[in-house]
């Protein structure tokens, strides 16, 4: 029935690249590009050992040319057929594939990247062929090729899904298949010309079984490898996963491997480039002393004590023109700048409005991909599309804007990490606000600073504690043996200045009707026209705040305030213009509130006259503090001075989405210093310093690099899941805009795409390609406040 074989779904007889043997080319053409780019960054950055470049490479394309050899099963086969276009099949025999799929639920007896670990290690003859691929690791290849889809866990290996039959057919004498052995084999990888001929046959339910029980008695004697090895073996994983993506990205696209994989990981940054944004940023003034200090630092490493408004971005900018640029000592690089926040954390790559005019340009993207082509068809496919478009467009950034997840999630072992690797592996690293990760959060940064031992990293915090500068120093100097940059003065013209008073108000929690004294002090605020920015800590009660600010607003004898909302429940295209409308806002002389999320505790560039804020953990209430009262005047060389001291109100929150000891984190701040007359950062950081959550105790194990051969992800730190949906009230405006802008309805949803918590029920909703759909009783969205469940 299957005359070709197919990696993935079809729209035409023509396209070779969703076919078995068309896509496992693409991924070794792919992964060998990948190494002859890069390869030297790889070693360099992980600090690998040079006499193992042969085996590392060699390992990596034999386990792109193994990763997907498990396709070629029949289960698999019936499941891309069946989503294929009807000219694949003719319309009876696509009637038997829908009808052979229903006969076992609709469900595959086994995960493909499993079966080929076992036709590799678990058939006598491919095993004796395979393990002549010269200076190659037949078994950590074999465990990059199981776990390429991040699913391969020792407690769900061997969860054979009920009703998916006794048997599977495995077509390793298939024409495609033996294509794979006898030629790409023998000609590429240096394999005997004696291939091993192995028919096509019914593997029963107890057969797999039993193999899979073998697999995991060897993996786990060959277990506990040492730290060196551990790089490696990580590494040769996330080089074969990037590998994947190209390679089911870019030959659907139109784009030729060979010539788009060098081009895009070209870019990187060169001195005019950062030249230029200074020049932007700087005007006519120079760099302040302190920037100079961060600039010139001697050590790969530096840590820097810098507050909000101190010129932190443009010090970091001139760090980056002597380490993330090409020099007699080093090569360019790309320059990731990574923030804690947890309200835009699922968004993992940030959309960065407000730079320069340079600036926006190399954080532009130089790709437009369309999701579908990374879409495989597999039922649980859908989960990753997004991090897999997100990462490979940062493949293509100079400079990469994102979430501190989107980095340190590597250590365990997240998506979008591992999907952006060939651009972690040839990047410097900015690190801000230290101050507010949490234990796992900085355990992985140790670990990160303990593995990417040749990355430039500057670390940043307006309050880093001692003991946190301690474990960084010990990590550094002891455990990597070299010399680190510690700036831990700050800058003392600005950060000494008194900026705030805080009104605290305990009694007033974060119900809508009981906040009426805050809306009372808001609205005064207005009347003065002053700026104001309120700050809550879930989307639902920033929308009602939102509406409820309207009724007051209507009331000001004012003209011209301007009300926003801005949080991440909106559609994409909607998002960004909300983005622009609040920064233009608070540039404008007109009164303005702006109610948000911890969305501008990131990607808002502002500086508001008054602060309203839910109560939150420190770190989040000095980064909020941080868009109060922002800008100050520079009288004479760097002395500085504001003209108002500004006002933060703080009222209670009970609930979702801070621990409790993050919030007694927030509660102490402001019971330290609610009765001083006027508070600076200085002020702030002193009391952060002696109210910092414990850093860890015990080391925090690191999925990429200590679970050996299992590989899945495990949580970067605590929060709350997401998905993507499309709401099935736009199907209609989707599908008009698509013509109008002659682009796929795919390609078209990306802007309409609006990331929603997970609801009850959404196992239930239709799924459009890897878009769930919303139904209209479930999600209602307006242009104004963006996307809520309904009320029922």
């Given amino acids: 029935m299957f005359e070709r074989l197919l990696a993935k779904s079809a729209n035409s007889v023509s396209c070779t690249s969703a076919t078995f043997t068309g896509h496992i080319w693409a991924v070794y053409k792919s992964a060998k590009t990948i190494l002859g780019e890069i390869g030297d960054r790889i070693f360099q950055q992980l600090e690998v050992d040079a006499k193992d470049r042969p085996k590392f490479e060699r390992t990596v394309e034999l386990a792109a040319y193994l990763h997907d050899w498990g396709k070629a099963n029949q289960h698999f086969q019936e499941m891309v057929y069946r989503n294929s276009t009807s000219d ?473 305030i301007k009300h926003l909302i801005y949080h991440s429940r909106f559609r994409y295209k909607d998002r960004v213009k909300k983005h622009e409308k609040v920064i233009e806002a608070f540039k404008c002389c007109d009164p303005c509130l702006a109610v948000t999320t911890q969305v501008c505790e990131m990607s808002l560039d502002l500086s508001a006259d008054l602060l309203v804020s839910a109560m939150a953990p420190a770190a989040a209430l000095i980064q909020r503090l941080g868009r109060l009262n922002r800008k100050a005047d520079e009288y004479a060389p760097e002395q500085f001075r504001v003209k108002h001291i500004r006002t933060a109100i703080f009222y209670a929150w009970d609930g979702m989405p801070y621990t409790n000891d993050e919030m007694r984190t927030g509660i102490r701040l402001i019971e330290e210093l609610k009765n001083y007359e006027s508070i600076s950062q200085e002020d702030l950081a002193n009391i952060a310093k002696e109210i910092a959550l414990p850093v860890p105790q015990e080391e925090i194990p690191s999925a990429w690099l200590e679970f050996d051969w299992e590989t899945y992800p495990v949580a970067l730190r605590e929060g709350g899941g997401t998905m993507t949906v499309i709401l099935d009230n736009d199907m209609a405006a989707i599908k008009e805009a698509s013509e109008v802008n002659k682009k796929s309805f795919i390609q078209e949803a990306q802007a309409w795409s609006i990331p929603i918590r997970l609801m009850k029920g959404w196992e239930t909703w239709k799924r459009c390609k890897f878009y769930l759909r919303a139904p209209n009783d479930a999600i209602q969205y307006s242009e104004e406040v963006g996307a809520e469940p309904c009320k029922h």
């Fill in 88 to 560: 694949i099949l003719p319309p009876t025999e696509h009637v038997l594939v829908q009808k052979a799929w229903r006969s076992h639920g609709q469900r595959q007896m086994i995960r493909h990247e499993v079966l080929s670990g076992i036709l590799a290690l678990q058939v006598p003859a491919f095993r004796t062929w395979l393990s002549q691929v010269p200076d190659a690791d037949l078994i950590v290849a074999v465990w990059a090729a199981m776990g390429h889809h991040l699913k391969l866990d020792a407690n769900k290996i061997d969860d054979f899904p009920n009703g998916t039959g006794s048997t599977l057919t495995v077509f390793t004498s298939h024409e495609d298949f033996e294509l794979i052995t006898k030629k790409m084999g023998v000609k590429y990888l240096g394999l005997p010309s004696l291939v091993p001929t192995v028919p096509t046959r019914d593997w029963s339910r107890e057969e797999l079984e039993d193999a899979i029980r073998k697999l995991m008695d060897e993996f786990g004697n060959l277990s506990k490898r040492n730290k060196y090895e551990q790089r490696f073996i990580a590494a040769v994983k996330a080089t074969v996963i990037a590998a994947d993506l190209a390679g089911s990205a870019l030959t659907e696209q139109g784009e030729n491997i060979k010539d788009w994989i060098p081009k895009m990981l070209e870019l990187v940054l060169d001195h005019e480039d950062l030249d230029n944004i200074l020049q932007e940023k700087l005007g006519s003034k120079k760099l302040r002393h302190f920037q100079k200090a961060i600039a010139n630092t001697e050590h790969r490493v530096t840590l820097v004590k810098a507050g909000c408004g101190t010129g932190k971005t443009i010090a970091a900018y001139a760090w980056a023109q002597k380490w993330a640029t090409k020099n007699p000592n080093q090569t360019a690089r790309k320059l990731f700048f990574c923030y804690p926040t947890t309200g835009t954390a699922t968004q993992g790559f940030i959309d960065y409005a407000n730079g320069s005019k340079t600036e926006s340009a190399l954080m532009h993207s130089r790709s437009e991909l369309d999701r579908e082509l990374l879409f495989s068809g597999e039922q649980d496919d859908s989960e990753s599309i997004d991090a897999r478009l997100s990462a490979l467009q940062a493949w293509t950034k100079k400079i990469v804007v994102c979430t501190v997840d989107t980095v340190l999630g590597l250590m365990q072992n997240n998506r979008r990490p591992l999907y952006a690797f060939p651009a972690l592996v040839q990047a410097a690293f900015v690190f801000d606000e230290v101050h507010a990760y949490d234990d796992r959060l900085f355990g992985a940064l140790l670990k990160f600073l303990k593995t990417f031992r040749g990355a430039p990293i500057l670390l940043m915090s307006a309050s880093f504690s001692e003991e946190q500068k301690e474990e960084i120093r010990k990590v550094i100097e002891e455990d990597l043996k070299e010399g680190i940059n510690i700036l831990d003065e700050g800058y003392k013209p600005l950060e000494e200045i008194k900026r705030y008073q805080f009104d605290y108000r305990p009694e007033v929690n974060s119900k809508i009707e009981n906040l009426q004294p805050i809306f009372a002090a808001v609205a005064e605020a207005l009347e003065r026209g002053e700026k104001v920015l309120w700050v809550t800590n879930s989307v639902q009660s920033c929308i009602d705040i939102y509406h409820k600010a309207k009724e007051y607003i209507a009331k000001l004898d004012y003209p011209n």
